[in-house]
């Protein structure tokens, strides 16, 4: 298995070779340097003039291609909007007043003021008589000798009644 595998490479790499040596013999004449300054200096010039036209077409080839990559992107673009389907960005939790959260939308122009404190309603505590009650009675020992004896309990039987 091995010495037929090893041959087989080294079929293809002699195929390879051949194959270069082909490609050379018809692309690149062979170089045949001339013997004299002008004959020498009309070959560089014919060489100027190759590598001009290989720099054109290069430059071409790029231009397409920004272009076609450019054409991509926004093609690739419509279709996303088209689809309708945008990756949401995972929420944080922000602290942040209201006011900070205000001057973040409107920008630092608007002095907007939201203290929502202010707009509440102040409400005034009523007394009622129960607390009243509790305030008046004061001191417990007194109020359980007003209680004590028949005067007392008379008076809790009158205030139940009415």
């Known amino acids: ?3 037929i595998a090893a041959t087989l490479l080294e079929k293809e790499t002699a195929a390879k070779e051949a194959e270069k ?9 062979p ?7 002008q004959e020498l200096q009309e070959l560089c010039k014919k060489l100027h003039a190759k590598i001009e036209v290989v720099d054109e077409e290069r430059y ?7 272009k076609t990559t450019k054409e991509l992107e926004d093609l690739s673009q419509k279709l996303f909007d088209l689809r309708g389907k945008f990756k949401r960005p995972p929420l944080r939790r922000v602290r942040m007043s209201a006011d900070a959260m205000l ?6 122009k608007h002095k907007v003021c939201m203290d929502l404190r202010a ?13 009243k009650d509790l305030r008046d009675v004061g ?16 008076k809790m039987f009158e205030t139940s009644e009415s």
Do not use: F
Request: glycine share 4%; aromatic share 4%; hydrophobic share 30%.
């Open 60 to 66: 071409d080839t790029e231009a397409k291609l920004q």
């Open 119 to 131: 707009n509440l309603k102040q409400v005034k505590k009523e007394d009622t008589e129960k607390e």
């Open 21 to 29: 040596a082909n490609y050379l013999a018809e692309h690149c004449p």
């Open 103 to 108: 001057r973040a939308l409107l920008g630092s």
């Open 31 to 37: 170089l045949s340097l001339p013997h004299s300054m």
């Open 1 to 3: 298995m091995l010495q």
């Open 139 to 154: 001191d417990w020992r007194k109020n359980i000798e007003e209680k004590s004896g028949m005067e007392g309990r008379k």
